[in-house]
């Protein structure tokens, strides 16, 4: 649900954009910390954020850090 925002922050498509391991962290809301193949041996962390359900908000993406390899520890940030 997020791609078109990071495609959009890193002015790229992504033909593979896979999501491959996922953490969680409570807070006012649930922060996904996702790693995510892009193709090749690309991978990118993502951040997004799920508001509480009473708020009714779509998933934003909060931060991403690029450059990672499959064996980059997923970590919060």
Not at 19 to 38: D, P, W
Not at 63 to 75: P, R
């Amino acid at each position: 649900k997020v791609k078109a925002q990071i495609e959009e922050k890193e002015g790229k498509t992504f033909d593979v954009f896979t999501a491959v391991e996922f953490k969680t962290q409570l807070v006012a809301g649930t922060n996904y910390f996702i790693k995510v193949h892009v193709g090749n041996e690309e991978f990118m962390h993502l951040r997004v954020f799920k508001s509480l359900p009473h708020e009714n908000e779509q998933l934003s993406l909060h931060s991403y850090q690029g450059s990672k390899t499959k064996h980059d520890e997923l970590a919060y940030f």
